[in-house]
């Protein structure tokens, strides 16, 4: 999970964070790429594509 977020938030930053083009990109969720691209704003890349333990 941890490469597939960071292709994810990479992809969208190289599309100067267009999540629509991410979205159809790549088939993800339009709210989970929004949310990614919020943390990596606001926090930088490494919070971003943290992933939860469960």
Do not use: F, H
């Not at 994810?8 to 190289?14: D, E, G, K, Q």
């Not at 100067?16 to 691209?37: I, P």
Request: contains cysteine.
């Amino acid at each position: 999970m941890y490469e597939e977020k960071a292709k994810i938030v990479s992809l969208c930053i190289a599309n100067n964070n267009d999540y629509e083009v991410t979205v159809n990109k790549l088939k993800v969720s339009y709210q989970q790429v929004c949310s990614w691209g919020r943390k990596y704003t606001a926090n930088g890349y490494e919070v971003a594509i943290i992933v939860r333990e469960l």
